[in-house]
């Protein structure tokens, strides 16, 4: 299966991380605790990290897939 991750990083620290395999926000830093906690409670903001996976990972992942057979 294919895992997406989306981290995001303030000064060089990651604050937040979301993953679609657990398919929430996980904050790492007490400003990043806090947005996982708003945003997981947010359908829509969780809704647009899931569709990144459908509309970016695994579209890229078959064209890469495709690419490789190709030159088997």
């Not at 579209?59 to 057979?69: K, P, R, T, V």
């Amino acid at each position: 299966g294919i895992e997406f991750i989306h981290s995001y990083v303030f000064n060089k620290v990651e604050d937040i991380r979301f993953n679609s395999t657990v398919g929430r926000f996980v904050g790492y830093t007490e400003h990043g605790v806090k947005n996982a906690e708003a945003w997981n409670s947010d359908a829509g903001i969780l809704g647009q990290e899931q569709g990144q996976l459908e509309s970016v990972c695994k579209h890229n992942a078959d064209l890469h897939y495709s690419a490789i057979l190709d030159k088997t």
